[in-house]
């Protein structure tokens, strides 16, 4: 799925790591890990969450990029 | 348009294809069991099971053995790898993660294959009739073998117990008592999204593989028994578990979209 994100960046600005993140969004440090991979795209709940969090917007985010192929 | 219906045509040509295929391959058995009744074992399975019945004693032991040393083994390794996930930095913990599954998928499959092996040696040698007719030396012999098979069942049990609270210990956000008949309803429960979405591609991956096989094996045990006269209660079995887990998934398929409409 065609989904970048930003994750990583905006929870080195807060100052915390993936357990606390995963803690704060009420899932596990595995799921945050696949998420700033690129490996698991969240759920709309769970991305508004991340982004509650991060006091950013979704898009600043998760932004969506077609293949040109 | 045209397109489309030009595709119909090909998909059954192709399933012609693969029917014709699949005959040609049992015609091939066929010819090789034919020979292999008119020169070999006459009596099928009665026979084969004498042969190994002196020796299901010793392989249930050697069953027992290797599997608590393989159990063993991937429970030590299981424990190291959790033991370094909490202060892990974000890469090693992506490789700690994937060791973590590994050998929890390791140290399951070894309990369960020990499980099916010991259940296929007892039942493959022991029956209702040689017992009747058994010395004192065979009966304590099949004695001897019975008690072995109920250890190993108390340890398989142990592992999977242990193996349980290894993963709650490392990961504490996850629920369930073993000993509850909820426990999977409440491991699934405190699992988030993307641990869930891991499960239910590994179950339809296990649905797809277990359809395809019970079918082979529907075909398989209606021959074993033609053939070899292995009981009509295998091919019932194979028959009702392929029936219930077709109709456990197209329920479960119908029972979610009905609850989108609160029907």
């Given at each position: 799925?065609?989904l ?30 696949l ?35 | ?46 026979d ?9 004693l ?8 290797v599997?608590?040393v ?13 033991k ?10 992506e ?22 092996c ?61 000993n ?69 998934y ?14």
């Open positions: 799925m065609p970048y994100n930003q994750l990583k960046e905006y929870r080195s600005k807060l100052g915390i790591n993936q357990t606390d993140l995963g803690k704060m969004a009420g899932v596990s440090r595995q799921t945050i890990s998420i700033e991979r690129g490996d698991y795209s969240p759920s709309v709940t769970l991305a508004l969450k991340l982004a509650k969090i991060c006091e950013v917007k979704v898009e600043d985010i998760f932004q969506y990029e077609e293949d040109e192929s | 348009m045209k397109e489309k219906q030009g595709n119909k045509p090909n998909s059954y040509g192709k399933l012609m294809k693969r029917m014709l295929i699949y005959l040609g391959i049992g015609g091939v058995c066929g010819f090789f069991v034919g020979i292999f009744m008119t020169f070999g074992v006459k009596n099928g399975m009665s084969l099971s004498d042969l190994v019945r002196p020796l299901a010793p392989i249930i032991a050697v069953i027992f053995v599997s608590i393989l159990m063993e083994f991937y429970s030590r390794k299981l424990k190291d790898t959790m370094h996930l909490e202060e892990a930095e974000d890469e090693q913990y490789v700690l993660s994937y060791e973590e599954e590994k050998y929890g998928a390791m140290l399951m499959n070894c309990n369960v294959i020990s499980q099916v010991d259940f296929i040696v007892l039942s493959f040698t022991f029956s209702r009739s040689w017992l009747e007719e058994a010395s004192g030396k065979e009966l304590a012999g099949f004695l001897a073998a019975c008690v072995l098979f109920c250890i190993n069942f108390f340890l398989y049990g142990y592992y999977q117990m242990r193996y349980v609270k290894m993963v709650q210990a490392a990961h504490p956000e996850k629920r369930g008592d073993m509850s008949k909820n426990f999977q309803k409440d491991w699934m429960a405190s699992c988030d999204e993307a641990e869930k979405e891991m499960v239910y591609q590994s179950a339809y991956k296990a649905y797809t593989a277990l359809g395809k096989m019970l079918q082979i094996l529907l075909c398989a045990t209606m021959l074993l028994h033609l053939v070899f006269h292995t009981g009509i209660l295998a091919v019932i079995v194979v028959g009702v578990v392929y029936l219930t887990m077709t109709l456990t197209n329920r479960s398929c119908v029972s979610l979209q009905k609850a989108k409409l609160n029907l």
